[in-house]
């Protein structure tokens, strides 16, 4: 295994206004690690996350991935280089729109251009990965307890097979016992 980090970031200033946030991050995160970023609530861990996925545009700095700058690729090579991450977003930010299937098969259809059928039955592998039945993926979104729903969002993140898993709060709001479940499926 190489000594490069995996994911670095240099300097990785963002301000919104007055307001700054970011204020020249630094981080290394070595392949197979994991690293937890805690910190009080406006401290921008949201932020640094948005940064990283090219949701948010930062005001410096860079952010690597195995030694390419992000911020400097083209359009095409970033969103190459996006496939490889996975995102569970705080509140899930499921398409209430969509059926469970469909949200966990989203990336793949819409991103990868599987067929519906293919993009089903990695769908439905995943819910059973995250200790779902099949037959929760013909659901809808709000008819899902909020562990169930955080679930399907953790089986969305993992559906395209990312080298790379962002999660952001993962258990906020739910139950210390459905918390500690969502903790071990991460794990």
């Not at 994991?34 to 005001?59: A, E, Y």
């Not at 039955?121 to 899902?144: F, R, S, T, Y």
């Amino acid at each position: 295994m190489s000594d490069a980090p995996k994911i670095a970031i240099r300097g990785l200033k963002k301000s919104f206004g007055a307001k700054s946030v970011l204020k020249g991050i630094d981080l290394d995160v070595r392949q197979g690690s994991s690293l937890v970023v805690i910190g009080g609530s406006g401290t921008g861990k949201s932020v640094l996350l948005k940064c990283v996925l090219g949701i948010i545009q930062p005001d410096a700095g860079e952010i690597l991935i195995d030694g390419d700058n992000l911020l400097k690729l083209s359009a095409f090579d970033r969103r190459r280089r996006a496939r490889e991450i996975g995102m569970l977003f705080q509140g899930s930010a499921l398409f209430d729109s969509l059926s469970v299937w469909e949200n966990v098969a989203f990336r793949l259809i819409h991103g990868e251009g599987k067929s519906r059928r293919e993009a089903r039955e990695k769908a439905i592998e995943c819910l059973a990965k995250v200790g779902l039945a099949a037959d929760v993926g013909a659901l809808q979104p709000a008819e899902l307890s909020g562990g169930m729903q955080k679930r399907v969002a953790l089986a969305r993140a993992i559906a395209a097979d990312p080298n790379i898993l962002f999660f952001d709060e993962p258990t906020t709001g739910l139950d210390p016992i459905t918390a500690d479940v969502i903790n071990r499926l991460i794990i």
